[in-house]
């Protein structure tokens, strides 16, 4: 068997090669390149798919993010120097989006279990300039929890979803995107709704928020030559919204299939060495288990580099989510004196296993093989 890779990308979108090309053909023949009817059906569509009134495209995911923050603002929601509680383990740019707006960034601790924010650490760090909590569905599993709306209420707070990883979990029969005040999604090649190249989208059910997160990524017009605001250009292109389009139609049967290896992951592998992630609803049959999208399949051991290099060494590719957390980063120097235990042991200690719609039943049971046969 050839070596397995961690994502084939070639592999995912030639299953849709042939719409995808009629796609690029027909924005060609066009001649219309943005804010056309790509963009209006991609988003009439992923709105209908989350249940949700309104989504907006954006060129990316970390301007999604930075663009709810940034209308919040405007909308008198917060204002410079506010805080934004976010667990430390994510991925940067959730960060990012937040200090891109002078908000701060509060860290906060993830489960061990979960990999996601710890809801019971959250009230200790709200301050009067609390504003937000962002919760991210971390490898595509739910962040969600009656605690944590509770908590919302009574300190007054936005929920804002990075749903970056997470497109197609549900939480009890909502999709996430839907759940909080606003959600950002990044559609980067690599994730579960992949474009080709980069773009975004913002959801929500807040007529205000939509509408000026319409206008500021659009150079803050509603109206064009007309500026009411100071905007960003962060617009979903045609061409990658009428790839999106095609792919979401298959985003639920993809899902699925991430849900069936993910399940066969978990129960053949029986090596002690190795930690298994926890899916919420673990007495539910994963396959069945909406909760989580499984856009990362992520594993603990004490001796992680060692089992990425045997891995190699059976040519299985595998990722690290991610080696460095924020607040060690340089982009973060005056978070470097931070300390947070739960975070640092994750970052030493996970590796992604390859997880994907177009990896085959053999590739996984190899997978398998050789995990269970690693030793000290
Ligand atoms: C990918 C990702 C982003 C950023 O999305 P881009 O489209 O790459 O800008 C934000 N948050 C999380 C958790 C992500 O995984």
Redesign the pocket.
Do not use: E, M, R
């Given at each position: 068997m050839n070596s397995i890779k961690f994502l084939d990308l070639q592999k995912i979108n030639a299953q849709y090669a042939a719409q995808l090309k009629q796609v690029a053909a027909d924005v060609i023949d066009s001649g219309w390149f943005l804010m056309g009817k790509q963009l209006d059906n991609f988003e009439t569509n992923l709105a209908e798919f989350n249940g949700v009134k309104h989504a907006i495209g954006v060129a990316?995911?970390?301007?999604?993010?930075r663009l709810i923050l940034k209308a919040y603002i405007d909308l008198g929601v917060m204002k410079e120097g506010d805080e934004v509680i976010v667990p430390a383990n994510?991925?940067i740019?959730?960060l990012l989006a937040i200090s891109d707006n002078k908000l701060v960034p509060v860290l906060v601790e993830p489960n061990q279990k979960t990999f996601n924010i710890d809801f019971d650490l959250i009230e200790r760090s709200i301050t009067s300039k609390t504003k937000a909590i962002m919760v991210?569905h971390?490898y595509g599993q739910v962040c969600w929890d009656e605690k944590l709306e509770i908590l919302a209420k009574k300190h007054n707070l936005k929920i804002i979803e990075?749903n970056?990883?997470a497109i197609g979990a549900e939480y009890k029969g909502t999709k996430t995107g839907n759940l909080g005040d606003a959600a950002?999604f990044?559609?980067?090649p690599g994730?579960n709704l992949g474009a080709l190249g980069?773009?975004?989208a913002v959801t929500t059910n807040d007529d205000a928020l939509a509408e000026q997160v319409r206008a500021l990524g659009n150079y803050g017009s509603k109206q064009k030559y007309v500026n009411e605001f100071q905007g960003l250009n962060s617009r979903l292109d045609e061409i990658q919204a009428g790839f999106l389009d095609v792919k979401l139609k298959y985003i639920d049967t993809e899902n699925q299939y991430r849900r069936q290896i993910a399940e066969r992951y978990l129960t053949e592998i029986t090596n002690p060495l190795i930690q298994l992630p926890f899916p919420i609803n673990s007495n539910v049959k994963v396959g069945e288990n909406k909760e989580h999208s499984w856009h990362l399949f992520v594993v603990r051991t004490q001796d992680r580099n060692r089992l990425q290099k045997y891995l190699a060494e059976n040519d299985i590719q595998t990722l690290i989510h991610y080696p460095i957390p924020p607040n060690k980063q340089l982009a973060y120097a005056v978070m470097n004196h931070l300390d947070f235990p739960v975070t640092n042991d994750i970052h030493n200690e996970v590796l992604s296993l390859p997880i994907s719609p177009v990896l085959a039943n053999e590739e996984v049971t190899k997978v398998i093989e050789a995990i269970n046969l690693f030793s000290i």
């Open positions: 990316n995911g970390l301007d999604a993010l994510t991925y740019a959730s991210v971390l990075d970056a990883q950002g990044s559609f980067y994730k980069d773009a975004g």
